[in-house]
């Protein structure tokens, strides 16, 4: 096993496997890391993206989705010297337009944030307003400071944007998930591909629900990690109770030059909504994965998940260990 193209990150957060415990995937003991309270006008902040970034002390950058007390759904950045700990923003990111024929920022929310070695810039894609519609917004920074909105990738109703970390075959690649205007009772991946990150087309269907806990719909989650066997992924698989929806997250190995080709597909959900602050919040039974660190040299992982549309958590795993789980399957 190898991560290909990723960067050594000895400082990843980190807690080892607590004994006896035989899950992929273990939580951080002192979740949930950022509270809905973070800053004084949030009334929640979760499904948020984190990158290895340097700046003085800091270590780690961030786009964050904040709910505030009028809920409105905003994105805010900040930073962290321990990837556990952030100081966020109070105000929310206004973004220069590169085009002034763009809209003006209405809402946004779910970032995924993406580092590009080849031009050095931190892509942001998000699902946008678009005439209150939501769809992908893409935009970037190289300081979490500036940021600049470029065109959205589609049309509306899209949602579940997700960048992955290098062009395949001289293309940018893209994973959505098109949907509706309301709590989208559907949804299946979808690939685009583009050559200048502006007009995207050559799309692909990747996978449809498949039934248990994601058979209403599924949404890529984290930017997926290129290791030497395929692309590695979370998603998020959502099932349809008596009580509402409710929002787990498993892994996928898709192929390295044609990513929309499945690999592997885990059976059963890797993480789902069983501690009190995954099951209890303003929507209930939500665990939604945005963002993932990688170590290179180790393989760790340390996932970040939006917890009940609430707050904010981690959790950990190992490519070694996710891989070996789908090689059960
Ligand atoms: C989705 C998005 C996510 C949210 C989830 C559960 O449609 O709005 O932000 O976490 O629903 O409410």
Same mark, same amino acid.
């Given at each position: 096993m190898a991560v290909i193209?990723?960067? &050594?990150?000895?400082?990843?957060p980190w807690q080892d496997r607590p004994e006896g415990n035989n899950d992929v995937i273990w939580r951080y003991?002192?979740?949930?890391?950022?509270?809905?309270?973070?800053?004084?006008? &949030?009334?929640s902040v979760f499904n948020s993206a984190v990158v290895p970034f340097q700046k003085g002390d800091y270590k780690f950058a961030g786009v964050f989705r904040v709910d505030d007390k009028a809920r409105n759904m905003n994105l805010h950045a900040g930073f962290s010297k321990?990837?556990?700990?952030f100081d966020i923003n109070p105000n929310r990111i206004e973004f220069n337009k590169d085009n002034p024929a763009l809209q003006d920022f209405q809402y946004g929310y779910d970032p995924r944030v993406v580092y590009f070695a080849e031009d050095g810039k931190f892509y942001i894609t998000w699902c946008n307003a678009y005439g209150y519609k939501p769809t992908i917004g893409v935009g970037w920074t190289t300081d979490f400071v500036d940021f600049t909105m470029t065109e959205n990738a589609f049309l509306p109703f899209n949602r579940n944007g997700v960048l992955f970390p290098r062009k395949i075959d001289g293309k940018y690649v893209m994973l959505s998930r098109p949907s509706d205007w309301g709590h989208t009772p559907f949804g299946d991946i979808f690939i685009s591909q583009s050559k200048d990150l502006k007009y995207w087309g050559e799309h692909r269907h990747v996978m449809s629900p498949k039934g248990g806990w994601e058979s209403t719909k599924i949404g890529a989650g984290p930017i997926p990690i290129e290791t030497d066997r395929g692309w590695l992924m979370f998603y998020h698989g959502v099932l349809t109770s008596c009580n509402g929806y409710v929002y787990s997250f498993g892994a996928v190995l898709l192929d390295?030059?044609?990513?929309?080709?499945?690999l592997k597909r885990g059976?059963?959900?890797?993480?789902?909504?069983?501690?009190t602050y995954e099951q209890i919040?303003?929507?209930?039974?939500v665990t939604f994965p945005c963002a993932n660190l990688v170590d290179a040299d180790t393989g760790k992982i340390a996932i970040y998940y939006g917890c009940a549309d609430t707050c904010t958590s981690l959790c950990f795993t190992t490519v070694e260990a996710v891989l070996e789980f789908l090689d059960k399957e």
């Open positions: 193209g990723g960067i &050594s990150l000895p400082n990843i003991d002192n979740n949930p890391i950022i509270k809905r309270n973070a800053i004084p006008t &949030s009334n321990d990837g556990i700990n390295i030059n044609e990513p929309w080709k499945v059976n059963e959900y890797l993480l789902s909504p069983q501690e919040g303003d929507v209930q039974n």
